[in-house]
């Protein structure tokens, strides 16, 4: 028996099978709003099923598939951290923040 659907509420129906095409939930509900695209976000849900099942058990997994990091193995910790500490601030969304503790530091 169907229930009756309240205004603004996700079709649930519509999420369940999503869900069973491999979507996650958070997904689901976008796809069912309108928001994102089903056909697309499936597919890439399967591409994502297709790398973790042909990864799964590998030892050497190709380059195209992992991570790359930019800082060279051979580096020290303390090499590190003074890399980090003496770095030049760049402004970006913490700009404001950064500023605010400079002044409180005068």
């Excluded at 790398?51 to 580096?75: E, F, Y």
Aim: aromatic share 4%; proline share 4%; with cysteine.
């Amino acid at each position: 028996m169907p229930t009756e659907r309240v205004k603004g509420s996700p079709n649930v129906d519509e999420i369940n099978r999503l869900t069973a095409l491999g979507l996650n939930v958070m997904t689901a509900m976008a796809v069912a709003d309108g928001k994102m695209d089903e056909a697309s976000e499936v597919a890439r849900a399967e591409e994502g099923r297709k790398v973790d099942l042909w990864c799964r058990g590998r030892k050497n997994i190709p380059t195209a598939l992992t991570a790359v990091w930019d800082c060279d193995p051979a580096l020290s910790q303390q090499s590190l951290m003074d890399a980090f500490l003496t770095a030049r601030f760049e402004g970006g969304r913490h700009a404001t923040r950064v500023e605010m503790i400079e002044a409180l530091e005068r």
